[in-house]
């Protein structure tokens, strides 16, 4: 008679690494089942009552056992063959990114966005040009070829009929006069609540800010003007955007250039920058307003001196009120503008950039430079 088939003695890893897959019962579920028959027959149990406990058959235990025997742990990780994967030819994998990048109600499906099971059922049932694919190997073929699962963004594009003058006009002003161009926009709206922010601090322990409850104190809006040719910001805090407080704030940009010459001020199609006691004050005071296209803000140049405002003095801050905040918006355009590159240092800096620029364009173009092989 036979021995009985039972596993070699174990080794102390070989135990406590049996008995940690066990207990944790996570991860492969075939790791899992191997692992307990192994330890199962360490401890004395039979073939019969191995295949009852893990409910296998009698033979494949038997199997287990032995591939333990002779390989060790490694014998618990599953080998998967399955087998050459089934070719799909160029044209129906065209066919699988082009229907996966369509939207579905463009193809008459009455939903609006692609699961991998519908998908693959409309592959297999379309009758143009069917593809049997699993949702797995379909996964696995979009994440190949970089199609993702992603959420739907807007986006608007600028339907002013001069969105082509009025950048170039923009373009224009900054480029040859630099000392007498100005910006203005708002910044806001600026509540009293506690802003999220960054900052250093000992890893596990963040700074903390009291929750805020109650919002009493209203919203404000910052009007800013920035002078692009000295690179100086300025503002004061309004209670809200009118025509009133956007002519207050270009009189205080006109006054920044006493000396009478035409000034050009950047701002955006809000209807409260160009109502007709703006435009009348403008022509009658030698500025001209250079309009930003209609959806085009970015192209007005303050835009971009609102994202240090937003991060060192907004975010992280947790201001009592309205006075208390705009003081800290005007501190910090006072160290700004005291910390801020003089027009001269910017000029010969983009003039040495271009000196170099023209200097590496003749070495590239030199006729005695060695030509590559």
Not at 143 to 162: L, M
Not at 221 to 229: E, K, V
């Amino acid at each position: 008679m036979a021995d009985p088939v039972r596993v070699r003695r174990l080794t102390d890893h070989e135990g406590q690494r049996l008995q940690q897959i066990v207990r944790r019962g996570t991860g492969s579920a075939v790791r899992l089942c191997r692992a307990m028959v192994v330890l199962a027959s360490a401890g004395g149990n039979t073939v019969p009552a191995i295949a009852r406990l893990v409910q296998g058959d009698e033979d494949a235990v038997r199997g287990v056992i032995h591939r333990f025997n002779e390989m060790g742990l490694a014998s618990l990780d599953p080998q998967w063959a399955g087998g050459r994967p089934r070719l799909i030819s160029p044209e129906d994998k065209a066919f699988i990114v082009a229907t996966a990048t369509t939207r579905p109600e463009a193809l008459k499906q009455p939903f609006t966005r692609w699961s991998l099971r519908k998908l693959a059922a409309y592959l297999a049932g379309n009758t143009i040009r069917p593809v049997r694919i699993g949702r797995e190997r379909l996964r696995q073929f979009l994440h190949k070829h970089q199609i993702t699962f992603q959420r739907t963004k807007t986006w608007k594009e600028s339907n002013d009929p001069r969105r082509d003058a009025k950048p170039a006009r923009i373009e224009h002003v900054t480029s040859n006069f630099p000392d007498r161009v100005f910006a203005f926009d708002e910044f806001g709206p600026l509540t009293i609540r506690p802003y999220a922010g960054a900052g250093w601090a000992r890893k596990g322990h963040p700074d903390r800010l009291p929750a805020n409850y109650h919002k009493l104190h209203g919203v404000r809006q910052f009007h800013d003007c920035y002078s692009f040719g000295d690179d100086t910001l300025w503002g004061v805090a309004r209670a809200k955007k009118s025509a009133a407080n956007t002519l207050a704030a270009l009189k205080s940009i006109r006054a920044a250039r006493p000396d009478g010459a035409p000034i050009h001020i950047i701002l955006d199609n809000l209807s409260a920058h160009r109502g007709t006691k703006i435009r009348t004050w403008a022509r009658k005071n030698k500025v001209e307003l250079c309009f930003t296209p209609t959806y085009s803000s970015w192209a007005n140049p303050i835009e971009a001196h609102f994202g240090p405002l937003r991060t060192f003095v907004v975010n992280g801050s947790n201001h009592p009120n309205h006075p208390v905040a705009t003081r800290a918006l005007h501190n910090h355009l006072r160290w700004r503008n005291a910390n801020a590159r003089h027009p001269d240092i910017l000029a010969a800096q983009r003039h040495e950039r271009a000196r170099t620029r023209s200097e590496r364009q003749q070495r590239w173009e030199d006729p005695r430079r060695p030509k590559a092989a």
